[in-house]
């Protein structure tokens, strides 16, 4: 049989990890994992077919012979926490820009397929969300190949990271316009699963991606905060139906080749209001101790939460026929369902936190 050998940079992730767990799941992959962390996968760390390698990828020189041995590069390695795009502006450009450039650069040098994981930010705000534009017209579904990006003014810093993964993003097309790179870009909408990013305080610092808010809101019994009330929208992906995606295009280079794909669910979309107070729900169904103690939702500034310069998408929905036509992929989880998997996780990592919490 033959064996396919991966490079996973940031493969210690949310992603990283799902693909992981599936990828040692499947026979004929072999893999070398980068990243600074391990803890999401550290049940893997052993695991026979699997090689860990704690490494920066800013340190290119270090990363180069792992890119050498393998068939294949997925980058994953991202600094792509909302909350920083503002406040760490020149490091979210280089994490997403320049670092992940040099790899770009040792995929075209090793002709090695590099499977590249972009964002559904690089189409920014709709057009209707364009200052001056009128809104609440009808919604386009984002294409790959037709939609443009509809980025804001510089000062409004939200947008560094989007930016820096377009820039990414022309740069892969054109090393495969010039020099024959062999790619496809992945741009992801909201994958949403276990082990997405962590509980501040406990297992991480700092403001995480939605899910984790409210979930240490719910464990912990604090106001769910909507950031300017909660209006904006997002389609929401069961990280397994994202894993599909991923693997088809993993074993299907063909079909792949030379493709962008929007990866996501477009029959989830809620409005972040609408999510808090499903969240809340479900959290009362799965924990029904909570039951009768109402934990209230409020509403907070953009610029309270995130501080200056955030801005934000006001809807995204992905157009997902390429993926189905080229890959013969489709979501198949809805959003009640993929919340209840992904909070269930949540309160057994969390769980025991919040409860020795209540007894002090
Ligand atoms: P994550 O933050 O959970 O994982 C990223 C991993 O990269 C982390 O383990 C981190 O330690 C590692 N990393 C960051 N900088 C590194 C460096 N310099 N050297 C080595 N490792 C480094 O994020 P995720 O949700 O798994 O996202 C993975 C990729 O998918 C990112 O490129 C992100 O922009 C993209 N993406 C994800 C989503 C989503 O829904 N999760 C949506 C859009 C785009
Ligand atoms: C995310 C990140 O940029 C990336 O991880 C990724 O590229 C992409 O989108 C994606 O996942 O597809 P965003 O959707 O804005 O961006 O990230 P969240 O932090 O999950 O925020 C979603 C929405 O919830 C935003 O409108 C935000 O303002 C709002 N929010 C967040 C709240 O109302 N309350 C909170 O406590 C946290």
């Given at each position: 049989m033959t064996v396919t050998r991966l490079c996973i940079l940031g493969c210690g992730g949310f992603i990283g990890s799902h693909l992981l767990d599936r990828l040692l799941s499947e026979a004929g992959f072999e893999v070398i994992g980068i990243d600074t962390a391990s803890t999401k996968?550290?049940?893997?760390?052993?695991?026979?077919?699997?090689?860990?390698?704690?490494?920066?990828?800013?340190?290119?020189?270090?990363?180069?012979?792992?890119?050498?041995?393998?068939?294949?590069?997925?980058?994953?390695?991202?600094?792509?926490?909302?909350?920083?795009?503002?406040?760490?502006?020149?490091?979210?450009?280089?994490?997403?820009?320049?670092?992940?450039?040099?790899?770009?650069?040792?995929?075209?040098?090793?002709?090695?397929?590099?499977?590249?994981?972009?964002?559904?930010?690089?189409?920014?705000?709709?057009?209707?969300?364009?200052?001056?534009?009128?809104?609440?017209?009808?919604?386009?579904?984002?294409?790959?190949?037709?939609?443009?990006?509809?980025?804001?003014?510089i000062g409004a810093q939200r947008w560094t990271y989007a930016c820096a993964k377009q820039l990414l993003e022309r740069l892969i097309y054109a090393y495969g316009f010039e020099r024959g790179l062999e790619f496809t870009i992945i741009r992801p909408f909201n994958f949403i699963g276990p082990r997405m990013d962590f509980i501040p305080g406990i297992d991480g610092e700092g403001v995480p991606r939605v899910i984790a808010c409210f979930m240490e809101a719910l464990l912990f019994q604090k106001p769910l905060k909507l950031v300017d009330g909660g209006k904006n929208r997002r389609t929401f992906t069961a990280i397994e139906d994202a894993i599909n995606a991923i693997m088809a295009i993993i074993k299907k280079p063909d079909k792949a080749k030379g493709q962008v794909f929007n990866i996501g669910n477009p029959a989830n979309e809620t409005t972040i209001a609408g999510l808090a107070h499903r969240m809340r729900d479900i959290y009362q169904q799965l924990n029904p101790k909570s039951a009768g103690r109402t934990i209230d939702i409020v509403n907070v500034t953009s610029e309270e939460f995130y501080g200056q310069g955030y801005e934000d998408s006001d809807r995204r929905v992905p157009d997902i026929s390429k993926a189905a036509d080229l890959l013969g992929w489709k979501p198949a989880i809805d959003l009640d369902e993929a919340l209840c998997s992904t909070m269930r996780s949540y309160i057994e990592d969390y769980g025991k936190f919040a409860a020795e919490t209540k007894q002090q």
């Open positions: 996968i550290k049940c893997h760390l052993t695991s026979p077919g699997f090689s860990f390698v704690p490494l920066d990828i800013e340190n290119s020189a270090a990363v180069r012979p792992f890119i050498q041995r393998c068939d294949m590069v997925v980058s994953l390695a991202a600094l792509c926490n909302p909350s920083l795009y503002n406040t760490i502006p020149v490091r979210v450009i280089e994490n997403n820009f320049s670092q992940p450039r040099a790899v770009v650069a040792m995929c075209s040098e090793y002709k090695k397929r590099l499977v590249h994981f972009s964002t559904c930010e690089v189409y920014g705000r709709t057009i209707s969300g364009y200052a001056g534009r009128p809104s609440g017209g009808a919604i386009e579904r984002f294409n790959e190949d037709c939609s443009p990006f509809v980025l804001g003014p």
